[in-house]
């Protein structure tokens, strides 16, 4: 991202509190105030709004409730603790319908009246995998009546059950409208500068999660073969170094926002991955995890000194996961090849096929995989083939005697928690296997209850009346992972 695109973002914000109303013209207009823009602002603001999005409370809230970290002091040492309130909420749902879907329905209406369905395709899959996210989160939440405020000032919450088909139903259209290769949108698109084909894949990795949300384990085995294929094609956000502009969102919370709020010491993906931890540790003997250790984790913090923390450094010889310019992950290959080993599995397409590909991700790692160049280091990571001996009763990953196919499962739950740190991927993972016995089992930080949802802004309870009368409570699952 440009140094414009904060501008943009805030423009953007601006404009949706009057998203579908009529405007009225030539009346005193204030050229620093916008009320209207064109359809290639709005369509890139959107991005830059989903970005903001994806990075916020979906990823620092899931870091310190999924293992990943911990909350040391300040707001996340109370909210790690789970002592949080429906208003610490509010920021985060303003973004995702707000600063994110009221502007999608706006990019979306402007692309359909220029008849250019490549931007309509694409932003059809933003807003999709927008509201995938709040679902997945929050649980039910308003998607169809959000596109027409002026009908509807009070959109009904949708259930799972509907809203979910809805979305899928909206990837599909999406892909069809890419298909079309009607209308450009070139470098006003962030992500992938227009690239139709990465767009599609994307698509069809986010579809194959939500029907994984679903149990719907065929149908996402199918939809993930059709998916980011390859790690050049994942989508990420992209990030440079000019301070409260287009840094990582997480370096900036992380050193300067909230300095020390969250470390890792103790926590329960860095002790997987520490090879110190010789009691916890998930190497093997073709496994070596130092080099994913050090990528996500320092040692002795330079925002926590003494204690681990996450690696936020941006130096030339070290640029950790959450360097001031470092990509945030949002739909990866990573995530698709890991759906491809789980669903074949649960689909009934067998052990083998399974393990294949597994095995396809571990050669990817073995190749260096996404770690950052500065941490490719000879001798630090080793991903060698796992064969099916090393998943029979007494193999190196079934040390305790489980039937094999449940051994590959759990390695592969585990491989994906590991890959999905700093993600709320990761959460959606631990809260949809909680009750299997095989995936992560973490220990709550506080009482002896895990968190199972977002809870819903106070700001909509109070001002609509078709929010829920009666409000879940955090400790209460959504629908889907119960």
């Known amino acids: 991202m440009k140094l414009r695109y904060k501008a943009i973002f805030a423009v953007l914000i601006g404009l949706t509190s009057s998203a579908c109303e009529s405007l009225v013209s030539d009346m005193n207009q204030d050229p620093n105030n916008p009320t209207d823009a064109s359809a290639e602002y709005i369509f890139t603001g959107t991005q830059v709004a989903h ?4 990075e916020g409370m979906a ?32 920021d985060d749902w303003n973004l995702f319908f707000t600063g994110t879907n009221k502007n999608a329905v706006r990019a979306l209406d402007k692309a359909n009246q220029l008849g250019n369905r490549v931007m ?8 999709a995998h927008n509201i995938s996210t709040a679902t997945e989160l929050w649980g039910d939440v308003p998607f169809t009546e959000t596109a027409n405020t002026t009908k509807y000032p009070n959109p009904r919450f949708e259930t799972q059950a509907e809203l979910i088909p809805k979305l899928i139903a909206q990837l599909n259209d999406g892909i069809t409208d890419l298909e079309s290769g009607i209308g450009t949108v070139g470098t006003k698109d962030l992500f992938f500068a227009g690239d139709l084909t990465k767009w599609k894949q994307v698509a069809n990795t986010l579809k194959a999660r939500l029907y994984t949300d679903l149990k719907q384990y065929n149908e996402a085995y199918t939809a993930a073969l059709a998916g980011v294929s390859t790690y050049t094609n994942s989508m990420y956000s992209t990030h440079g170094t000019t301070a409260s502009a287009n840094e990582n969102q997480n370096y900036s919370f992380l050193t ?11 926590s329960y993906n860095a002790e997987l991955l520490n090879p110190a931890k010789t009691a916890t540790y998930r190497g093997n003997a073709k496994t070596n995890e130092t080099a994913r250790f050090k990528f996500y984790y320092l040692e002795n913090g330079v925002n926590a000194p003494g204690v681990i923390e996450p690696n936020t450094l941006t130096t030339t010889t070290n640029r950790g996961f959450f360097a001031r310019d470092a990509s945030f992950p ?10 491809l080993a789980e669903m074949a599995l649960r689909s009934g397409k067998g052990f083998d096929a399974a393990l294949a590909h597994l095995n396809t991700y571990r050669s990817f790692l073995n190749s260096g995989g996404y770690l950052h160049a500065t941490y490719k280091v000879a001798g630090t990571y080793k991903y060698d083939p796992y064969v099916a001996a090393d998943f029979a009763a007494g193999g190196i990953e079934n040390k305790d005697g489980i039937a094999a196919d449940k051994a590959l499962l759990r390695e592969i739950l585990e491989e994906r928690y590991v890959t999905f740190y700093g993600q709320h991927m990761g959460w959606n993972d631990e809260r949809r296997t909680r009750a299997e016995g095989l995936g992560v089992k973490l220990k709550p930080n506080n009482g002896s209850q895990l968190p199972g949802r977002f809870i819903y802004s106070q700001n909509e309870l109070n001002s609509n009346p078709n929010s829920p009368r009666s409000a879940p409570s955090l400790f209460e699952s959504v629908t889907i992972f119960k």
């Open 120 to 127: 309509a395709g694409i932003t059809k899959i933003i807003q």
């Open 330 to 339: 949002l739909v990866t290959y990573q995530e698709n090849i890991l759906t």
């Open 51 to 54: 970005i903001a999005s994806q």
């Open 256 to 266: 300067n926002i909230r300095a020390g709020s969250i470390t890792a010491e103790g």
């Open 59 to 90: 990823s620092r809230l899931t870091i310190v409730w999924t293992g990943y970290g911990f909350g040391a002091f300040q707001q996340f040492g109370t909210w790690g603790q789970y002592q949080i309130t429906a208003a610490n909420f509010d």
